[in-house]
T-cell receptor, first 113, second 113 residues
């Protein structure tokens, strides 16, 4: 149990366009999900906490107008990278909270050209 | 709960040897310390965790020790195998953090056959 999926697994987009990443908890409901960004050979950096039915909580330095988070149901949170630029290219990983443990999705590789 | 230091950044051992990775934290209110294994391009996988009311926990070849006084915790892998090669991340969570995790910078473990 406790399976989390992400879609797409990888995406290439042009600079200036927007891209949406989905995070789903497949066999449990998750009131809280987390979004992380991981650059090559670096650690996971928390971007924001996604709460079902309310606004996301962003970490310091993360632009909320650029990284739009929507947690409209107990099994789905989406991250939209708006006006993407090459420096946004990264590995985006979500996790869903079940009990007090985070279960991670497989990640989405975003490349902005 | 905002800072966790992890050492070493890289570790190379011979198959069959033991590997030890150490993390230190700064917030005495931290109460949960998980360890994750991440293979290239994959999601982090929880391999073992320890809570602040326990000093040591073991699961087959993997063990974690916690020294609350010194504010450090360590991952011990015995009888290492080539498939143990990966990046290992420690993390910590403090009470009242809404289950947010702070990750160490990671240790690249290479087990040479």
């Amino acid at each position: 149990g406790a399976v989390v999926s992400q879609h797409p697994s990888w995406v290439i987009c042009k600079s200036g366009t927007s891209v949406k990443i989905e995070c789903r908890s497949l066999d449990f409901q998750a009131t809280t999900m987390f979004w992380y960004r991981q650059f090559p050979k670096q650690s996971l950096m928390l971007m924001a906490t996604s709460n079902e039915g309310s606004k996301a909580t962003y970490e310091q330095g993360v632009e909320k107008d650029k990284f739009l988070i929507n947690h409209a149901s107990l099994t789905l949170s989406t991250l939209t990278v708006t006006s993407a630029h090459p420096e946004d290219s990264s590995f985006y990983i979500c996790s869903a909270l079940r009990g007090d443990e985070q279960y991670f999705g497989p990640g989405t590789r975003l490349t902005v050209t | 709960g905002e800072n966790v230091e992890q050492h070493p950044s890289t570790l190379s051992v011979q198959e069959g040897d033991s590997a030890v990775i150490k993390c230190t934290y700064s917030d005495s209110a931290s109460n949960y310390f998980p360890w994750y294994k991440q293979e290239l391009g994959k999601r982090p996988q929880l391999i073992i965790d320890i809570r602040s009311n326990v000093g040591e926990k073991k699961d087959q070849r993997i063990a974690v020790t916690l020294n609350k006084t010194a504010k450090h915790f360590s991952l011990h892998i015995t009888e290492t195998q080539p498939e143990d090669s990966a990046v290992y991340f420690c993390a910590e969570r403090f009470g009242g953090s809404n289950y947010k995790l702070t990750f160490g910078k990671g240790t690249l473990l290479t087990v040479n056959p």
